[in-house]
């Protein structure tokens, strides 16, 4: 039997009504389905003979028993099954209940010809690169993570600058002096990355996005580098608390001497129904991006 996770996001009303309506309408096509509620650190099982949550990094549900995943959410409920997900190959179907659905394609009053075209093997599913991350700590790993958005390094305070000397391919770009350093993947080009001055990337390509936020020199400028770079950024003598946030829901303290690895990831998300057509429709009507004059 096709087993599917639907994930609802608790912060967004009528999410657990949605489930239910979501988890009835596939019974009726022998699909078996099981509901998790998201609170946007973790999730608890429900109706779900007593399956117990594993607590890891960003791993708090067992995506691995599903053959699918719902998420009832904005984008940042996608992020979390996406990671989940993308190591075991399981696509996600991400219905919208946020305010920019870049990420959340699937329109909540479509869900069900959606629902129903993925079932019938008729769907469009996107390959989502991820980005990864290390963090090595007098010569040993001491964080690893993913993120499907971005990695960032930056400080505490909003206004606090950090020192990183920020490497390509062992290639020295500089000493950054910024609130921070955003590595983004073509996905997340269009969150925090966009909103610091970086450019917008088209989803379907693989590369990383360097965009420095509020830099103290005039000439630092964003940087779209190749899935093949290796990023390193070495945490240098710093005034102000630097940590790394992976999606801005995993975070890690960071010391001087710290070296922040970041890469393209091997696995990659997969995301139904998110169409180019849908990415250029969200960049319309929700970022007011033009194109061109209009007649």
Partial sequence: MIKCLILANSFKEHSQILAQEIKSFLCE???RAEIFTYNGKDAECRNCESREAVLSSGMEVPFKDFDFAVTLGGDGTVLFAGRGCAPLGIPVFPVNLGEFGFLAAVQKE???EELVSYLEGKSFISQRSLAEGEVIRNGRTAFKCTALNDIIVSSHSSCGLVNLNVAYNHALLGAFKSTGVIVATSTGSTAYSAAAGG???????DALVLT??????LSARPLVLSSQSEIAMTVLPSRVDVSLSADGQLNFPLEQGDVVIIGISKHKARLIGSTQEKFYSALQSKLNWSGGPRA
């Fill in 29 to 31: 096509r022998k699909v």
């Fill in 199 to 205: 450019p917008i990337v088209d989803s379907s390509l």
């Fill in 212 to 217: 420095p936020i509020s830099s103290f020199s």
């Fill in 110 to 112: 479509n869900w069900q």
